[in-house]
């Protein structure tokens, strides 16, 4: 597993995490959650510190946080022009688009859920920078909810350990609890705009 290979690098595991949990904000593929869970048990079995651990990761996804809203402040003004099918980087522009929509009524939900939301990390705080969304306001809230997942990761890479089967039945329930806090959140903004419409 992961956390065995983790091994090989000692105390230099904790600057490998911290990077790793920066990368998975600018480049969503990056299997973060997986990750962490395997830091949890690496943390556990060569017994380092669960805070240094939880306080560098949490610290390499604010810095993430903080280069994606900067890159999303340079767009600020080339958004409204581009074609919504086009990508930018590797976002869809109508995606973009959709979550500056939501910003402007739930930026703090939207910040503070992030870290749940598969998927849509990265365009959040992109979206936020290009929306005007202040910089401390961004970087607070999405410290909260990357300490917040962070700290059950590790937990449960703590309590699982080397167990392949629980690792992959916790993954599965993860997975649909994500999707389906993604549904509610959308459903969520849809009956919010629905109802305005109603109304006026």
Request: avoid cysteine; proline fraction near 4%.
């Amino acid at each position: 597993m992961i956390d065995s290979w983790l091994r090989t690098l000692g105390a230099w595991g904790y600057a490998l995490l911290g990077f790793v949990a920066f990368l998975e904000y600018v480049i969503p593929p990056i299997p973060g959650d997986v990750l962490t869970v395997a830091a949890g048990a690496w943390a556990e079995h060569e017994d380092r510190s669960f805070a240094l651990l939880l306080l560098v990761m949490t610290t390499g996804a604010t810095v993430g946080v903080g280069v994606m809203w900067r890159i999303g402040l340079a767009f600020e003004h080339r958004l409204a022009k581009m074609d919504p099918e086009k990508k930018l980087l590797w976002l869809s522009v109508k995606q973009i688009h959709a979550t500056q929509a939501a910003l402007v009524r739930r930026s703090t939900t939207l910040l503070v859920l992030n870290r749940f939301l598969p998927g849509f990390r990265a365009v959040v705080f992109f979206a936020a920078g290009a929306s005007g969304v202040p910089l401390p306001k961004t970087l607070l809230l999405g410290a909260i909810s990357a300490t917040a997942l962070n700290a059950l990761l590790i937990f449960v890479g703590v309590s699982i350990g080397h167990n392949e089967e629980k690792l992959a039945e916790f993954f599965s329930r993860f997975r649909v609890a994500s999707f389906v806090l993604l549904g509610v959140v959308l459903l969520a903004f849809l009956a919010r705009w629905l109802w305005r419409r109603r109304a006026t």
